[in-house]
């Protein structure tokens, strides 16, 4: 992958104020479209503006990736998407390499990877509901634990593969180095800090409570944190792999690791490998009925962090 990362090349003109705005050299537009004020019953502020044209131009990255520039995203296209006035469009951006400073800024916002609780959740559900009579022995719940930890990794691990919001936040981090506003930057490296320190605190946060329901706890020395840390790590450079060796995203990759059943796939040999090198059994959990009878009503309304 080149590791240049730009915005559309040249500035424009600032407009005038007597004119709507410059016409795009990128792309042509339709001279019988409606534009600007026609097409909408009120003016717009300039921070609906900002929010439309940005909201609509975020659009268009995820559904065609952000490659090693944004010259496939057309500005005259944005405005349109966006149903906002040229003049005003300008107004707030006389010039469109500031338009596109302000969507990198945008992007790298939210620049995580994507959630699939709501599908985790009911994955856990349905393993547990299936092995109930397992949580009742050491070697039951254990043996539940590597299930889960088998089933649960494909099923992120695919979320990821196929995500176009995933291949932006790749191309992110592996292009803002190159960008040549050094102000612009550090800006970007600083929102993309922040938005992996929060992504990373929900990861710990889901890890913390799954651990507590199955009656584990962390091994002298180690941190939720951390193991939050490695697992996405070992995720994303398996993620990154399979892109160009597609093979590694296959179903099964190893028969019985861990003296479990079943094929695993390497994602799930990865997580599980790290995962059990952090947790273990916590002996002063009493794994009684009240416990048992706690932990199905625990799953019945599970609810985890956006992780």
Known sequence: MATEFRARPGRVSPVPADVTGPADVTGPADPLAPTGLTRRGRRLSDRETEQRMLQ??????????????????SFEDVIRDADVSRSAVYRRWPYKDLFFSALVKELAKDATPPAIVSDEVDLIRQIVAERLDW????????????????????????????????????????????????????????????????????????????????????????????????????????????????????????ANPFGADGIWSLDAVGLTSTAL??????PAIEWDRDRLAAVRDALSTLSLPDA
């Open 56 to 73: 609509a131009a975020v659009a268009m990255v995820h559904r065609t990736g952000l490659t090693v520039s944004l010259d496939h995203i």
């Open 135 to 254: 949580l009742g022995t050491p070697g039951g719940r254990h043996r539940l634990m590597l299930e889960l930890f088998r089933q649960l990794s494909p099923l992120d691990f695919q979320a990821l593969y196929r995500s176009p919001e995933w291949r932006t936040y790749l191309a992110l981090h592996a292009t803002f180095l190159s960008l040549a506003d050094g102000e612009l930057r550090n800006e970007v490296q600083a929102i993309l800090a922040q938005s992996e320190r929060d992504h990373m605190a929900n990861v710990a946060k889901a890890w913390e409570y799954l651990a507590a329901l199955f009656g584990y706890r962390l091994r002298p020395g180690a941190t939720f944190g951390t193991l939050a840390t490695l697992l996405s790590a070992t995720m994303r450079g398996l993620i990154i792999m399979s892109l160009s060796q597609p093979e590694l995203a296959g179903p099964g990759a190893a």
């Open 277 to 282: 090198a952090f947790l273990e059994p916590d």
